[in-house]
């Protein structure tokens, strides 16, 4: 009987040390199911209405298309991007798990307007991820540099048939 128990208690630990790898090192994210992304085309235009530039973006509507994002993606085009949609305006962060390549991250209110925009680095791998913090109802990940290409700022507006 004391072998059993000990048996069951030593599963049980193994599981527990190995679930609490996965969600440390971000692994678990490779197990999830997205299924297809929708696309859409994101116009970024400044106070004139002058476009800034455009991208066509995979469309991450579901917690689980969130949590997702590019960590899949090998390499995002310089006219490629993915839209985050949330159901709410609200404070949001952002993390680079399993990325391969740095992005800019572009917070947007609810009525279009950039309220933040963040130059992300690939994670130096040591496990410790930093957040990028913004507020809105939509974020925005191009290839790191497309922001400044553009001239794209904060106070800028982003339109998409998605956001309407």
């Given at each position: 009987m004391v072998r059993r128990s000990t048996a069951a208690f030593a599963v049980v630990v193994a599981v527990i040390a190995v679930v609490a790898l996965l969600l440390q090192t971000g692994l678990w994210i490779s197990l999830l199911?997205?299924?297809?992304?929708?696309?859409?085309?994101?116009?970024?235009?400044?106070?004139?209405?002058?476009?800034l530039g455009a991208v066509e973006a995979?469309?991450?509507?579901?917690?689980?298309?969130?949590?997702v994002g590019l960590s899949r993606t090998d390499a995002l085009g310089p006219d490629d991007g993915m839209l985050f949609v949330h159901g709410e305006a609200e404070r949001h962060a952002y993390v680079m798990r399993e990325m391969d390549f740095p992005l800019d991250i572009?917070?947007?209110a609810a009525n279009g307007t950039i309220t933040e925009i963040h130059h992300a680095s690939v994670p130096s791998g040591d496990g410790d991820l930093r957040e990028y913090p913004g507020h809105g109802k939509y974020?925005?990940?191009?290839?790191?540099g497309w922001t400044n290409r553009t001239d794209t700022a904060v106070g800028d507006r982003v339109r998409s048939p998605v956001m309407e």
């Open positions: 199911p997205v299924g297809e992304y929708d696309e859409t085309t994101v116009t970024v235009v400044d106070g004139d209405d002058e476009q995979r469309v991450a509507d579901s917690t689980t298309k969130r949590l572009v917070f947007v974020v925005l990940e191009v290839q790191r």
